[in-house]
């Protein structure tokens, strides 16, 4: 038989994926995280997953060269011309916004003429 002297007062006993606590002679139990070797591989694993992301970030931003003198006139190229529409695009705007004013002056005339009708109708009947 066992005397309790020669047990320890706490213990942990792990089987599958269970961990048992054991303080004195009360038992807690709760599933537990990998524990031993299967926890240092997993952590392992994740370790080398971000070294190898990590370095292959390095790898690429590494190996990109900068633009040739070729790529540098294409582009001062294009930027002239995206300046060049932009000043054609604001000219057809202001045209636009020209054209809608007149627009709106023309129905102004068209409401107040209108009106004036409207009026020398009903003084043509009231003189009837």
């Known amino acids: ?3 309790l002297e020669d047990r320890p007062f706490f ?16 038992g807690f139990s709760r599933t537990s995280h990998y524990t031993g070797n ?5 952590k392992a694993m994740k370790l080398f997953a971000a070294a190898a992301f990590l370095s ?3 790898v690429v931003a590494g190996c990109s060269s900068g633009p040739s003198d070729d790529e ?10 995206v300046a060049s529409l932009q000043k054609e695009v604001d000219a057809k705007q202001a045209e636009k916004a ?3 004013k007149q627009i709106a002056d023309k129905q102004a005339e ?6 004036e009708q ?7 009947k009231s003189q009837q």
């Open 98 to 100: 020209s054209l809608q």
């Open 72 to 81: 540098l006139a294409q582009l001062e190229a294009l930027k002239a011309e």
């Open 38 to 42: 299967r926890y240092i591989m997993k």
């Open 110 to 115: 068209l409401a107040a003429a209108v009106k």
């Open 1 to 3: 038989m066992l005397d």
């Open 56 to 58: 292959l970030t390095f």
């Open 11 to 26: 213990r942990l006993t792990s089987f599958n994926h269970f961990a048992i606590f054991h303080v004195g002679n009360v």
């Open 118 to 124: 409207d009026a020398t109708r009903e003084r043509l």
